[in-house]
C-alpha cells in the first residue's frame, strides 16, 4: 500500500458545527504533516507529527485541533470555523521524521472543506 | 526550512513540445525535491535531486541543479496533455520536517 487517504472528499459545514477530517496511510512512515491550500495558492505547513507526538505547529488557530492516535492515523478536528477557513486540506506522510527532507512526501488527494 | 520561487508563473506549450520550468532559492540545502499537482488534486512526488548531484532523470523528467547558483530546473520532454498542472519546487534543508513549496508554475499543455 502506497498511498495516503483522506476521508471525506467534500465537506459542508457551517461555523457552529464541529466535524473531523481523517487521513491514513499503511506505508510505515512515522512523520505526517497537515498542509492547507487555497485556491491557486502553495499549500501551506499546518501541523507536523514524528513518531505521534505533535512537532511543529505553524501558528495555526486553535479551531483546527490535529490528533494521530496512532502511527498510521491522523485527525483534523476542526470546530467554529470561518468561512476563510474554506479550502483544500492535503494530509501528507513521509519515511523519516528525523530526516524528512531527505525523503520525498506522499500526499493524499485531500478534503475539499467550505465553510458557510 | 526555505521557500522556492518558481519561474515561469505560468506556460503553455503543445504537445510535443518541451517544457522547462525554474526554481530559485536562498539558503544553503541538502536537497530539492519536485512535486506535480493536477487541478484540485493532491500533489504527487516527482524528482528528488541531492546537493551533490547535478542531474538526475526519471522518464520523461530531467532536473538539474546548480548550487553556485541556487537554481534548479525541471524539463518535461515530449509533453503530453495529461501533463498539464502546477509543478511546485521544495527546498530541502535537511535534518527538519518543514517542507515549504514556492508559487509554482501552470503548465497547460494543448493539443
Known amino acids: 500500500d502506497t498511498e495516503v487517504t483522506q476521508t471525506p472528499k467534500h465537506l459542508v459545514m457551517g461555523m457552529t458545527n464541529k466535524k473531523s477530517l481523517k487521513c491514513e496511510q499503511h506505508m510505515g512512515h512515522r512523520a505526517m504533516y497537515w498542509y492547507k491550500q487555497k485556491a491557486k495558492k502553495p499549500p501551506e505547513l499546518m501541523f507536523v507529527y514524528s513518531y505521534e507526538k505533535l512537532s511543529i505547529n505553524e501558528s495555526v488557530p486553535s479551531r483546527f485541533s490535529p490528533e494521530c492516535p496512532n502511527s498510521s492515523l491522523l485527525n483534523l478536528h476542526l470546530h467554529a470555523l470561518q468561512p476563510e477557513d474554506s479550502a483544500l486540506y492535503l494530509c501528507?506522510?513521509?519515511?523519516?521524521?528525523?530526516?524528512?527532507?531527505?525523503?520525498?512526501?506522499?500526499f493524499g488527494s485531500g478534503t475539499r472543506l467550505t465553510v458557510v | 526550512s526555505q521557500q522556492g520561487e518558481e519561474d515561469p508563473q505560468a506556460l503553455s506549450i503543445q504537445e510535443g513540445e518541451n517544457a522547462t520550468m525554474n526554481c530559485s532559492y536562498k539558503?544553503?540545502?541538502?536537497?530539492l525535491q519536485w512535486y506535480r499537482q493536477n487541478s484540485g488534486r493532491g500533489l504527487v512526488h516527482l524528482i528528488l535531486i541531492r546537493s551533490n548531484e547535478r542531474e538526475k532523470h526519471s522518464g520523461r523528467l530531467r532536473v538539474t541543479l546548480d548550487t553556485s547558483k541556487k537554481s534548479s530546473s525541471l524539463l518535461i520532454t515530449a509533453s503530453r496533455a495529461a501533463d498539464t498542472a502546477s509543478y511546485f519546487c521544495a527546498p530541502g534543508t535537511g535534518g527538519g520536517n518543514k517542507l515549504t513549496f514556492g508559487t509554482g508554475t501552470q503548465l497547460k499543455v494543448e493539443l
Open positions: 539558503t544553503s540545502i541538502n536537497n
Open positions: 501528507a506522510s513521509s519515511q523519516d521524521p528525523g530526516d524528512s527532507s531527505n525523503y520525498g512526501y506522499t
